[in-house]
């Protein structure tokens, strides 16, 4: 890994985007090696949380243009299907993924943001899709999942017209969860993650696979995948450890069993 930092403590990995003098831009190279680190972390049974975040004063400030600038169609494809392939790893990895939002989210930026699962920002920080005004869309899947986490006409707005928001605005449309201090934004993310893992990992996991996995079927499909998945966790040593901690007022710990 050249381009990415990766630690583990405590159950948490968190992944560092590292070419602040381009503002972390995504490149063929940063991608191949977010999608190694994802490969390598979404099978290791002692992470269960993966904060994603930016080196210095960025979080991701778009996708390179330099590299983009003389591609002709097929060139775009690949490049288009390979981010596009790289955030839906991330999306459907059993681990929840937080962005730890810490400067300039625009473009690919805002793309790897919305693959992940909850989002936390720096008062700093700044969030668009002002790929408009390159004569080109989205390419990383941003007029997929920006339209279903903040609505088809607000999604339609910022896309159409590029414009950069603050924030506070994000906050005002869904688009994160939570705006904090700059100062204080990793601890935040740190806090929620460790509130995260101190859960059961499997029903955390089953959690996500039924939320992710159940949004665009009819709710009737979507409420027999919940019982599936509900009954699954009856299998696991963490239930039984779990209820019988709650019945006996013991504190538990879970092992992802």
């Known amino acids: 890994m050249k381009k990415i930092i990766i630690q583990k403590e405590n159950h948490i990995a968190t992944i560092t985007i590292n070419e602040p003098e381009k503002l972390n831009a995504l490149n063929t190279q940063i991608l191949s090696e977010l999608n190694s680190a994802f ?129 506070t605005d994000a906050l005002q449309i869904g688009l994160v969860n939570q705006v904090v201090a700059p100062e204080s934004l990793m601890d935040e993310v740190k806090t929620m993650a460790e509130s995260i893992a101190k859960q059961a990992p499997i029903a955390v996991q089953k959690s996500k696979e039924a939320i992710n996995n159940g949004w665009d079927l009819p709710i009737e499909e979507g409420i027999d995948l919940e019982v599936e998945l509900f009954a699954q966790c009856f299998e696991t040593e963490d239930q039984k450890n779990g209820m019988s901690a709650f019945l006996k007022k013991e504190k538990v710990e879970f092992k992802g069993k």
């Open 39 to 167: 490969d390598m972390l979404a099978t290791d049974a002692d992470v269960r949380v993966i904060i994603i975040t930016g080196a210095e004063r960025s979080f991701v400030a778009g996708a390179n243009i330099q590299e983009m600038a003389e591609m002709n169609y097929e060139e775009a494809k690949v490049f288009g299907a390979k981010g596009a392939a790289v955030f839906r790893k991330i999306e459907t990895c059993p681990q929840p993924v937080i962005a730890a939002i810490n400067g300039f989210a625009l473009g690919g930026g805002s793309e790897l943001a919305l693959a992940c699962d909850i989002r936390i920002a720096s008062e700093k920080a700044k969030f668009g899709q002002p790929e408009v005004g390159l004569g080109i869309t989205p390419g990383f899947s941003g007029t997929q999942r920006l339209a279903r986490i903040v609505g088809q006409a607000k999604a339609k707005e910022l896309i159409f017209t590029g414009k950069v928001i603050t924030a």
